[in-house]
Nanobody
Framework: VQLQASGGGLVQAGGSLRLSCAAS????????VGWFRQAPGKERERVSC????????TTADSVKGRFTISRNSAKNAVDLQMNSLKPEDTAVYYC??????????????????WGQGTQLTVSS
C-alpha cells in the first residue's frame, strides 16, 4: 500500500487544518488507519485511529475534542480534521495502515505501511 499524507502547513494557534492520507492501488476500507505525529526530540505518538472493522475510532487524550478522524471514501483517503490547534501540536504527522485487529489500541508495530509525513507548524 502506497500512502500519501498531505495538508500540513503553517497555522496560527486556534486555527484549523485538515490532513489527508490517500492510498493508491488498494482501497483503504480494508485497513485500520492511524495518524501519528513526532515532534523534535520526542517519540512518535499515535494521535488517532480508525478501525477497518466498523470505522470506530480512538483518539489520544492530548487531542480529544479537537481532532477528528474520518474516512473519505470518494478520495480513498482518511482525513484528520484538526481544530483549536496549539503550538504543542507542532510535529511531523504520519499516516499508516494495518490489517491487525489490535491496530488502534496496540503497538505501533502493528502498522506495516507508512506515509512520508507532512509537517504541521502551529505558531503562537
Amino acid at each position: 500500500v502506497q500512502l500519501q499524507a498531505s495538508g500540513g502547513g503553517l497555522v496560527q494557534a486556534g486555527g484549523s487544518l485538515r490532513l489527508s492520507c490517500a492510498a493508491s492501488e488498494f482501497s483503504l476500507r480494508g485497513y485500520s488507519v492511524g495518524w501519528f505525529r513526532q515532534a523534535p526530540g520526542k517519540e512518535r505518538e499515535r494521535v488517532s485511529c480508525i478501525r477497518a472493522s466498523d470505522s470506530s475510532t480512538t483518539t489520544a487524550d492530548s487531542v480529544k475534542g479537537r481532532f477528528t478522524i474520518s474516512r473519505n471514501s470518494a478520495k480513498n483517503a482518511v482525513d484528520l480534521q484538526m481544530n483549536s490547534l496549539k503550538p504543542e501540536d507542532t510535529a511531523v504527522y504520519y499516516c499508516a495502515t494495518s490489517r491487525s485487529i489490535y491496530a488502534c489500541s496496540g503497538s505501533q508495530s502493528n502498522f506495516a505501511s507508512w506515509g512520508q509525513g507532512t509537517q504541521l507548524t502551529v505558531s503562537s
